[in-house]
């Protein structure tokens, strides 16, 4: 069944949270510039969000991730080929002029770092545990792209809930959809989970992939990225002190 409209309102503010507390905060770091973000339900209906993503006739860059466990969500990320390539020269700190190889593991790599905050941040807020998987990247359209995690949500049934959050660098303009699909089944689950009931079912603190544990590679590559952008301005204001010396 479909979600009711104050079920959709209390998962939009869920993951509006999510995003704001977590996500922008990984793809700032990553990008070096403040990020923006909005973000667009839609239930029951894929087919209307391609009117919010670009035209079905812009190949696309795109890389797949998803958890499964207690809840099974899909991830996809989009983001047209210029996107992509401002993306890579960053993280890679070189101009490149296409998606190659290193440029294919470096927006993997980003896929993977937004994703593990997003899944923190639930996991810290419900007790929920997934496994998640390894990205996968794809180019094309995005009816196509979307069409394959959709469809492993959704099985036989035609209930589904996709959230496109919009993510803008505000002074590059680099666009990424991060599309959240959801069975609707998952997406309640995920409203109306209370904490303390799922803690105490699962108390085993042998599981080593439960989420609310804190993602230390994450955050250690995270803290690694400040510490070089913090050395890159230090060492630039030295250089401009020592020519005004001159």
Known sequence: MSLRYSEIKKLKGTFKDYIT???CNALSILLNEPISHKLTMFDNNSKSINFHLPSNEIQMCSVRLNGKGDLHIELLYTTKLHN???I???LLGTEVYEIDEMGTSALQEVANILTGS???ALSENTGFRIDLSTPIFKEGVIQKLLLEPTKDVINITNDVVITEVLLTGTRTGIKIHM???QHTEHARKLIHSQIRDIVSNYADSSY???LGVENLEINFLLDNMKKKDNDSKMH???KSKSKEMK
């Open 118 to 120: 997003f899944f923190n």
């Open 88 to 90: 890579a020269s960053k």
């Open 21 to 23: 507390e977590k996500t």
């Open 84 to 86: 992509a390539i401002k």
């Open 208 to 210: 080593e992939n439960k």
């Open 179 to 181: 599309l959240i699909i």
């Open 236 to 238: 630039s204001n030295i």
